[in-house]
């Protein structure tokens, strides 16, 4: 198992590199795709790519590497999300079955007022909290604005068989206008070449049901609401 992170912040590395050695499962190469001119230092056991310039060909680098170094699974991070210490333990657990794509979607998102719980089923798989089988996978299209939309139809279209799993383990850290692993003003390119339009289906909702959670907006500390997140996770997945 992979866990590509894109990634421009120098700063937010030792966020991921933590989050990363806390895991239960540890059978997992962590892999840094840095921005062009980013400076980093680079930590101990991890690996780092040659730099790009979008997220979707960061994403690509990261799958071409994983296909040489014959990763079955890539795991896809940004650099500033919260992911709880059973998250690859959980994608590890899944990926026995018949899945070509995993995905617990956006539904707890971290705004500047709070935390949030997004009912309605994904029409996409986000690439910040989706898995994939490295086999199955086809390439990110090489832009920075939506290519995870994109992507998830490449997938649907080549018949890729979804999972869609509970939300527990995951903060979409959406406070500032820096969210983003890299910048997106790749406004020429994109007005040329802009994600296709039409609608996207969903994962597969077969574990629990988007909606049925019962949780309320929740504000409070990014820690504070996270920790309470992971007990909710670890008795929900019987840990």
């Known amino acids: 198992m992979i866990v590509i992170v894109p990634t421009k ?7 991921v590199v933590r ?15 840095p921005a062009l001119d980013m400076v980093l230092s680079i930590p101990s056991g991890v690996t780092v790519l ?18 040489g170094r014959g990763h079955t699974w890539a795991v896809f991070w ?12 959980e994608i590890a657990r899944e990926s026995q079955g018949p899945w070509d794509v995993l995905s617990k979607g956006l539904t707890f998102v971290r705004h500047d007022s709070g935390l949030w719980l997004y009912s309605p089923p994904l029409r996409f798989f986000p690439g910040h909290s989706t898995s994939a089988r490295v086999a199955a996978c086809v390439d990110f299209p090489e832009w920075s604005l939506s290519e995870d939309v994109e992507w998830s139809r490449r997938m649907i279209a080549k018949g890729a068989r979804s999972k869609h799993l509970p939300p ?25 070449h802009g994600p296709a339009r039409g609608p996207c289906l969903a994962a597969d909702d077969d574990t629990d049901t988007p909606g049925a959670w019962d949780m ?13 997140l992971e007990r ?3 008795r929900r997945l019987g840990l």
């Open 19 to 33: 989050q990363w050695r806390a895991q239960t499962y540890a059978a997992a190469e962590l892999c840094l795709c």
């Open 78 to 89: 940004d650099d500033d999300n919260y992911y709880g210490p059973n998250y690859l333990a």
């Open 216 to 228: 309320p907006q929740i504000s409070a500390e990014d820690e504070a609401v996270f920790q309470a």
């Open 50 to 67: 040659p730099p790009t310039f979008t997220i979707g060909e960061a994403r690509n680098v990261g799958l071409a590497y994983a296909r």
């Open 168 to 192: 527990w383990g995951l903060v979409y850290d959406r406070r500032t206008p820096e969210g983003h692993a890299y910048d997106a003003g790749e406004t020429e390119f994109l007005r040329a």
């Open 232 to 234: 909710r996770a670890a």
């Open 9 to 15: 912040r120098s700063e937010r590395i030792p966020h």
